[in-house]
């Protein structure tokens, strides 16, 4: 495991490495691209290969609903789903509606 700064570099011995990150300073959504340089056992550095990984904000939403428990036959109603909300630092930008039908007493 290691704490990456930008442009400083980590050395390990082992061909695997951790990039530990503080959940209360994540590395923010978007791409952010990692370069590795290898050196053998006679000194001799490599050309660098760099790879772009995307960091996104993967914790899905919950929805809730709330609707008037009974409403006039022939009236309009609203349903609300501002109570919604998101975990994982984004937020709720869509809704989709359905009516799935009449419920079975
Ligand atoms: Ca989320």
């Known amino acids: ?9 980590v050395e390990t011995k082992e061909p695997v490495v ?7 300073k994540p590395l923010p959504a978007g791409r952010h691209r ?3 340089v290898v050196m053998d056992d006679s000194g001799n550095p490599s050309q660098p290969d760099e ?8 914790e899905a939403p919950t ?5 008037p428990k009974v409403v006039a036959l022939g009236e309009s109603f609203t349903l609300d ?7 994982g630092g984004g937020q709720v930008v869509r809704y989709t509606w359905t009516y799935v039908g009449p ?3």
Do not use: P, Y
């Open 81 to 87: 789903g501002s109570a919604s909300f998101d975990t």
């Open 51 to 58: 790879v772009e990984v995307i960091v996104a904000e993967q």
């Open 18 to 24: 951790e990039v530990t990150v503080d959940k209360e």
């Open 103 to 105: 419920s079975l007493m």
């Open 34 to 36: 990692f370069r590795l």
């Open 63 to 67: 929805a809730v609903l709330k609707a």
């Open 1 to 9: 495991m290691a704490v990456f700064i930008i442009n400083q570099d």
